[in-house]
């Protein structure tokens, strides 16, 4: 209880000196009051977020000793060429399925050697370009054909650049072999489907050019010929689902199941 020792003297002004000195007190603490109060309703939120946040792993924790024992997608590989991924397990149905890989799906590449730089001048007017299909018998089904020209004096850099404006899936790339060596190489896009012929306007009458691949041609097809430009051969990718033979033209293949 507190004394008013000033009016029980008789001085003063006849003040209440008791409420001045209550109301000085309180306004130097309520500044540091609401401070401390503030920082204390700080840390409780601290604890309270991190105690929300270690709720959520510790249900995280529980999803994942789930997932442990999922046998959706059971993989056996002697390599690391093949990695099944799941893209949507929304559509996942719990499954075991026995997968065997034969052969990887591969591009057709061709190499044409015989130039001196990427600025040498080539034997050729014009050039076409079919994707299509070389059959068992050498004959060739062509899917789509693409024709092109050039000027006279055009070097190997301007076929480079011409096949790849074309944007067909074909990648054209000058390599540099050795000393004075250079070659084009034309890659394809993957699978049998999409294997090429070039049938190239030599400038030279009746001399083949060295741009072209053509082995059903007569002049050229035998081992000497234009087969030996074949630096990779293409394949589609060959595997099996449970005993089940599957093809597919690419390495990508998520149409099976």
Do not use: C
């Amino acid at each position: 209880m507190a004394v008013d020792y000033l009016s029980a003297l008789n001085v003063g002004s006849g003040l209440n000196v008791t409420q001045i000195v209550d109301a000085l007190i309180d306004a130097e603490k309520a500044p540091q009051e609401a401070t401390l109060n503030a920082k204390v309703e700080e840390k409780t939120v601290s604890i309270s977020t991190f105690a929300q946040v270690k709720q959520e792993f510790s249900s995280f924790s529980d999803n994942l000793s789930l997932l442990s024992s999922f046998t959706g997608l059971v993989v056996q590989s002697s390599g690391a060429s093949v990695v099944p991924t799941v893209a949507d397990n929304s559509k996942v149905v719990p499954s075991e399925h026995v997968i065997t890989v034969s052969q990887l799906a591969k591009p057709q590449t061709l190499a044409f050697t015989g130039y001196t730089s990427e600025t040498a001048a080539i034997d050729a007017s014009a050039l076409s370009l079919d994707l299509g299909t070389w059959n068992s018998d050498g004959s060739f089904t062509s899917g789509s054909s693409h024709a092109l020209s050039f000027d006279p004096g055009a070097s190997l850099a301007d076929v480079r650049d011409s096949i790849n404006e074309l944007d067909i899936g074909v990648t054209a790339t000058i390599l540099r072999t050795s000393d004075n060596n250079y070659a084009l190489t034309l890659r394809a896009p993957m699978g049998l489907d999409n294997q090429m012929r070039l049938q190239a306007t030599p400038v030279a009458p009746a001399v083949s050019s060295l741009l072209s691949f053509d082995p059903s041609a007569g002049d050229r097809a035998g081992p000497s010929g234009d087969a030996i430009k074949e630096a990779i051969a293409a394949q589609d990718a060959i595997f099996s689902i449970d005993g089940l033979a599957v093809t597919r033209p690419t390495n990508i293949v998520d149409d099976v199941i």
